[in-house]
């Protein structure tokens, strides 16, 4: 279904907290989810949708945007460990926008990956990552003005990507 609204929900002990698939324009607000393996994550169809003011802790994986385009991820907390990653556009997952998000103690803060382009990360706080942003065979992406301090390996990597726009980034 589309446009539907989950605001105000304890998540807890589920293989995805929350799992979109084939729908748009939905909203994930102010949610608390936790020990899962995806906290949210979106496949197949799913374009439109914003997924904010969430806590999402104990998770291999915080917020997974697969292949599909123009969500807004705003303002979420990511700050337990991750194995994997807090954020990830993987495969092409074009147009994306994150803004205000803190993810700390992830392999990778934020990962855009795999054909993944025209995505605007600004304003976040990636710190005590192995890496901040990670950017992997995508290109044409804006990072701009995000704190990416004190990551272990690197605070921002870019692999076989290009065409990408950083300013002001501390």
Excluded: M, W
Excluded at 39 to 50: E, P
Excluded at 80 to 109: C, F, H, M, Q, W
Excluded at 120 to 129: C, E, F, K, R
């Amino acid at each position: 279904d589309d446009n539907i609204t989950i605001k105000n929900c304890n998540i807890k002990d589920y293989e995805a907290g929350l799992r979109l698939q084939s729908s748009s324009g939905n909203k994930i607000l102010v949610n608390n989810i936790s020990i899962v393996q995806y906290g949210v994550s979106t496949l197949f169809g799913t374009n439109f949708n914003t997924i904010e003011d969430n806590v999402i802790s104990a998770t291999d994986y915080g917020i997974h945007i697969y292949f599909y385009a123009n969500n807004s991820i705003i303002n979420n907390s990511i700050v337990t460990p991750n194995t994997s990653y807090g954020i990830a556009l993987i495969d092409r997952a074009n147009g994306n926008k994150l803004i205000g998000n803190e993810v700390k103690n992830s392999s990778n803060g934020i990962l855009v990956y795999s054909n993944s382009k025209f995505n605007s990360i600004t304003v976040n706080n990636l710190t005590n990552n192995n890496y901040g942003i990670n950017l992997y065979n995508s290109s044409n992406n804006l990072i701009s003005t995000n704190e990416v301090c004190y990551n272990k390996n690197a605070d921002i990597t870019l692999t076989n990507s290009t065409a990408n726009i950083g300013d002001f980034n501390t």
